[in-house]
């Protein structure tokens, strides 16, 4: 046991070995790589490795795959984990899995953007706090995957809930509250074993009364909504400048004008501003209210970023023509609403109209019981927007779900629906997957049977629950 | 004076006016076991419902509702919920259910700070939400005070019943108000009862003092009397196996004592000792989390087993679940019956999911004209148009006390306004 752990571990510096060097090809080939000092894009990478599955055929199911098709009475083939084709009939290889869904449903896997498993952990007590880094109204330093616990009992409950992948956030006491990072709810002992490959970061900003109410409270800035954005806009300026300065520098390095020695002073927090500023970290703002939303968008437009969503979005419904104009997703849920102050307009409409408006719509949860069925919030959204006109097909529904959840997380070339090629993270489901009744039968993700509902060997028991009252019961 | 009482009373009872309504073609489930009626036809008259049966004629002179083969329920009873006592979670001024600051606590009458205005009537309402618990969340005790009945009825009247029960803190939560341990919370809950029992022996008995630190106020000491007769619930949230034993025991030392638990997370482990002591349970069917040392066991099996065993089981819109709300207890008890379609799965059947929202608090709450329907109940119904259980049914129609309610609500005028955007001649403020 103990030499193989040894031997994992040198297996793992020899991964990140590398990595490193994958990034050094990748650099200009004019340069003097030595002589030019670089940060680093991922020096946390991610460690996940599929695990084996199974090639699989599924037949007879409905299949809603997530771009917004239907197919009734089809197939879908899973091998190498991928979709390897689907269809009206597939080609069943010698020795593949055969299951008969007849009546059963099948769908891409559920993404959930907004998500605090990990860096809010069960049980929820004071030392499992780890979501709000809230001691500056600016941490944009801090991120979250360090503060993941890779053993929250919530991933498995979030894996039977169907969800083959989520973005755990830091909290919104801050202005910039750190980077996200995009997981798979699949256990392993460290996060980087969690680590979506190759999923951009995410800077988390919050806008509204959480800020104001943290920092006003110690009688510091932000005591208000116009303080908030000041200093947003400051430490924007700030990062404007910190960018120059390494631009500047790089310029001169390649050049072989600078000297290591010259290079700037890495300013961990400015790092993360300096990659949204480049369009390589994704803008996840927190924001309730259509005029806030409006600030932050001027706000983007004033230092040249771009917010890839506003999440909560209460009244999105109120600007859905100015996010489709912006191509800004909001990321809401279907019916919570006066919790708040800045909540008091929240209508169960909200999703479909921005999304009749055309904008991105994405359902997200926001919470450890909520991402087990996002599937059941998505059909409240989508009965609200039937009672108001519009036409809503679930398997179109199924977009806010899958495919627009990945594009908000940059993944969408990989996961976020069932098309070939891409990762075969699917989910059977017992019954249509709106109605109440419905529940997922076997999650794949990457091509492997991660849960199974009818097989306590493939239901995951985080080390927390072992020897506690009820583990391993059915959930 | 006399004559605004008057006034009042004819108000009141203007249903009694009003042509009886015949709802024709329904499916009535009427939450009586597994009962459900097709073609039924619902007599309504003088706000209780008069006839019940498959394809019986309406009366001459009635408004004729044809419910299209839809379902006809109960009204659903929504307990325990903050309703008229909290417009904004997170705005103190408008949140009356606690008072952490506040001398008393067993004696703080919800009743005294119901606001029917409130617009989670209108919300609920339209959800099929017919009559409410308004309870208090102690903040000073571990008893919080007398809980109200409220219905929701536009035209009021909103409070039916002031002082309904009694709402106290054990576990963790208790042990927090109390000082900071369990035994602390089990010694301040005894130490008032038992001076409620030494007031009940003798009138003149010194049972509490005025000054701030005393730790009994008569007020306080006074207004669990009817506790410890019996003749008012005690609603106690206790989450932990060990706790919710320790909440049976207190029959024994208060034999009339009629406790409720709330919460109950682990009560599927101490199902049987519950059910024995006829003790109803009001709980989520959505609990599945380890979310503290006290809900270590927390599963979804939780109403199924309770059911099983014999309990009263209630769902209520309980917090530890985000965003719940009275609006979603057709969906967490359709879940309940979900949940019984999983392998190893416990839940409920629809008839028992249903009950668990309107027969059973019903009878819980000593509302023993409501919660089913059956001749003789008030007329609280609703029709909805498909599976009241399904996430994407709603109510199209909904009456209390036979009374048709408005289905509109300030989050239907908010979803009229922003319907259609765009640059109009006045700005969207101005009405359309």
């Not at chain 2, 209780?48 to 004729?64: D, F, H, K, N, S």
């Not at chain 2, 329920?73 to 949140?95: K, Q, W, Y």
């Not at chain 2, 207190?250 to 006829?278: F, M, N, Q, S, T």
Request: proline share 6%; aromatic share 6%; with cysteine.
């Amino acid at each position: 046991m103990y030499s193989n752990y040894l031997l994992a571990t040198a297996a793992l510096a020899l991964a990140t070995a590398g990595v490193a060097k994958d990034k050094d090809r990748d650099k200009p080939a004019a340069a003097a790589p030595a002589d030019v000092v670089r940060i680093g894009k991922d020096p946390w990478p991610s460690q996940y490795k599929p695990y084996p599955g199974q090639t699989t055929v599924i037949r007879g199911a409905t299949i809603y795959d997530g771009t917004g098709r239907r197919m009734d009475n089809a197939m879908i083939r899973i091998e190498n984990g991928k979709v390897a084709e689907i269809g009206q009939t597939v080609a069943m290889p010698a020795g593949a899995r055969l299951i008969e869904a007849a009546g059963k449903y099948v769908t891409a896997g559920i993404i959930d953007i907004h998500s605090h498993l990990g860096v809010y952990p069960s049980p929820g007590v004071d030392a499992h706090s780890d979501g709000n880094e809230a001691t500056s109204p600016a941490r944009p330093e801090v991120w979250a995957e360090h503060s993941v616990w890779p053993q929250d009992p919530g991933f498995s409950r979030a894996l039977a809930g169907g969800i083959t992948a989520l973005h755990a956030l830091p909290g919104s006491a801050n202005l910039f509250g750190g980077r996200g990072v995009t997981l798979k709810p699949v256990y392993g002992r460290s996060v980087q074993e969690l680590k979506f490959p190759n999923a951009p970061y995410s800077l988390k900003m919050a806008c509204g009364e959480n800020p104001k109410r943290v920092y006003g409270s110690r009688n510091q800035l932000p005591s208000t909504r116009m303080g908030n954005i000041a200093y947003a806009r400051q430490l924007w300026s700030d990062a404007t400048a910190y960018k120059r300065r390494w631009e500047d520098y790089t310029k001169r390095a390649e050049a072989g004008t600078a000297k290591p020695t010259d290079a700037p002073r890495r300013e961990l927090a400015l790092d993360t501003l300096a990659g949204v500023l480049s369009g390589e970290i994704l803008v996840q703002n927190h924001c309730y209210r259509a005029d806030e939303m409006a600030n932050v968008i001027s706000m983007a437009k004033e230092f040249g970023y771009k917010v890839t969503a506003f999440h909560h979005a209460v009244e999105s419904y109120k600007i859905a023509d100015m996010l489709k104009a912006e191509g800004i997703c909001s990321a809401m849920w279907a019916d919570w609403y006066g919790f708040k102050m800045e909540s008091y307009d929240g209508i169960r409409e909200n999703i479909a109209l921005v999304d009749a408006a055309g904008a991105c719509a994405i359902v997200h949860s926001d919470d450890a019981n909520g991402i087990q069925r996002l599937n059941q919030e998505a059909a409240k959204a989508m009965a609200a927007g039937r009672r108001l006109g519009l036409a809503i097909t679930p398997e179109y529904a199924w977009t806010w779900l899958s495919l627009n959840p990945a594009k908000g997380l940059g993944i969408a070339d990989r996961t976020g629906s069932l098309e070939v090629g891409k990762a075969a993270d699917v989910v059977l489901w017992s019954a249509e997957p709106f109605s109440v009744y419905a529940r997922p039968m076997q999650v794949w993700i990457d091509g492997a049977l991660m849960y199974d509902w009818g097989d306590p060997k493939r239901r995951p028991i985080a080390d927390f629950e072992l020897g506690q009252p009820g583990e391993g019961e059915v959930k | 004076m006399k004559r605004v009482l008057l006034l009042c009373a004819a108000a009141l009872s203007a249903p009694a006016l009003a042509a009886p309504i015949a709802i024709t073609g329904a499916t009535a489930h009427t939450a009586r076991g597994e009962e459900v009626i097709q073609n039924a036809t619902i007599i309504i008259d003088n706000g209780r419902i008069t006839a019940i049966g498959a394809g019986l004629p309406a009366p001459a002179g009635a408004t004729v509702i044809d419910a299209k083969g839809q379902p006809v329920t109960p009204g659903i009873i929504a307990v325990p919920s903050d309703l008229g006592l909290t417009e904004v979670g997170g705005v103190r001024e408008t949140n009356d259910g606690s008072a952490r600051g506040a001398p008393f606590s067993a004696s703080l009458d919800m009743a005294s700070a119901i606001n029917p205005a409130s617009l989670q009537f209108a919300i609920y309402r339209m959800a099929g939400v017919t009559r409410a618990a308004a309870a208090p969340d102690p903040g000073k005790t571990v008893f919080g005070g007398q809980g109200a009945l409220v219905s929701l009825a536009a035209t009021g009247p909103t409070l039916i019943r002031p002082r309904a029960f009694q709402f106290a803190e054990f576990g963790q939560n208790g042990a927090r108000l109390a000082g900071g341990s369990r035994p602390a919370a089990y010694a301040q809950l005894i130490h008032l009862l038992d001076a409620a029992k030494r007031l009940a022996a003798n009138p003149a008995a010194d049972v509490g003092g005025e000054d701030e630190g005393s730790l009994a106020k008569r007020r306080d000491v006074e207004a669990l009397l009817p506790v410890l007769k019996g003749e008012q619930l005690l609603m106690i949230h206790a989450e932990r196996a060990a706790d919710i034993r320790e909440v049976l025991k207190l029959k024994v030392r208060y034999p009339a004592l009629r406790p409720v638990l709330v919460g109950a997370r682990e009560a599927w482990l101490a199902a049987a000792d519950i059910a024995r002591a006829g003790v109803p349970v009001i709980t989520h069917s959505l609990y599945d989390l380890p979310d503290d040392f006290e809900g270590l066991a927390a599963s979804r099996n939780n109403a199924g087993i309770l059911q099983a065993a014999g309990v009263t089981v209630v769902l209520g819109p309980l917090g530890g679940i985000g965003g719940t709300t009275p609006v979603n207890l057709p969906g967490y008890a359709g879940n309940a019956v979900g949940q019984g379609l999983i392998p190893g799965g416990k839940g409920l059947t629809r008839g028992q999911a249903l009950a668990s929202i309107t027969a059973n608090p019903a009878r819980m709450l000593g509302l023993t004209d409501t919660g089913t329907l059956e001749v003789g109940k008030r007329a609280d119904l609703v029709l909805w148009d498909g599976d009241p259980l399904e996430l994407m049914s709603t109510p199209t129609n909904v009456w209390i006390d036979g009374v048709a309610q408005p289905m509109t609500s300030r989050q239907t005028e908010l979803a009229q306004r922003y319907k259609t955007l765009g640059r109009t001649d006045l700005p969207l403020q101005y009405p359309r």
